[in-house]
């Protein structure tokens, strides 16, 4: 079996500067490693620790570890790398440009028009979603356009009407009416 391994204090900070910065912690990632800090440093194990915090007992080794070399810097959670983006910046900025034009024009586009759009115009074929979430994260909405109610306008009223009295005439069929027996 191993030996059981704890938070140490790092450099001047100790078990009253952790439990002040758990307390005062907003980001619900940093308060739950901390909480493993200080729950190491009143001297629980790893398992009772990660019984505790629901996570396994690798995982509190692992931030015990970065604690006890950076402190609080090696709680902090570290850059990952991602897919690249498909548009540079300055090509997400004209494209949003353009859509923010069509949309106070009046024209309703959809993420695969705006898809085509930047093939066209940049040679990149993002996906739809992709060209969905970029839309997003520069504050566009989608929004399904409503159905446009006839009785809104008089011009609409007026040709609603006569349309329906011309079906009904051509729908007209004749009664017979027999005398029951």
């Not at 004209?94 to 093939?119: D, M, P």
Request: with cysteine.
């Amino acid at each position: 079996m191993a030996a059981p391994y704890f938070a140490e204090p790092f450099g001047n900070l100790n078990h009253c500067a952790v439990e002040t910065a758990y307390r005062t912690a907003t980001d619900g990632r940093m308060k739950e490693r901390l909480l493993m800090v200080l729950l190491s440093m009143e001297g629980r194990h790893a398992p009772e620790i990660a019984a505790a915090v629901h996570r396994t007992p690798e995982t509190v080794l692992r931030w015990l570890h970065r604690w006890n070399k950076s402190g609080f810097g090696g709680l902090d959670d570290r850059p990952y790398s991602g897919r690249p983006p498909v548009l540079t910046p300055e090509e997400q900025a004209v494209t949003v440009k353009w859509v923010n034009e069509q949309a106070e024009s009046g024209r309703r586009l959809t993420c695969r028009q705006i898809s085509v759009h930047i093939f066209e115009n940049f040679g990149k074929k993002p996906d739809h979603d992709t060209v969905c979430r970029m839309l997003h994260r520069h504050g566009s909405s989608w929004k399904k356009p409503g159905k446009q109610d006839h009785r809104g306008d008089p011009a609409l009223q007026c040709e609603f009407k006569k349309n329906l009295k011309k079906r009904e005439k051509k729908n007209r069929q004749p009664v017979f009416f027999t005398k029951m027996k």
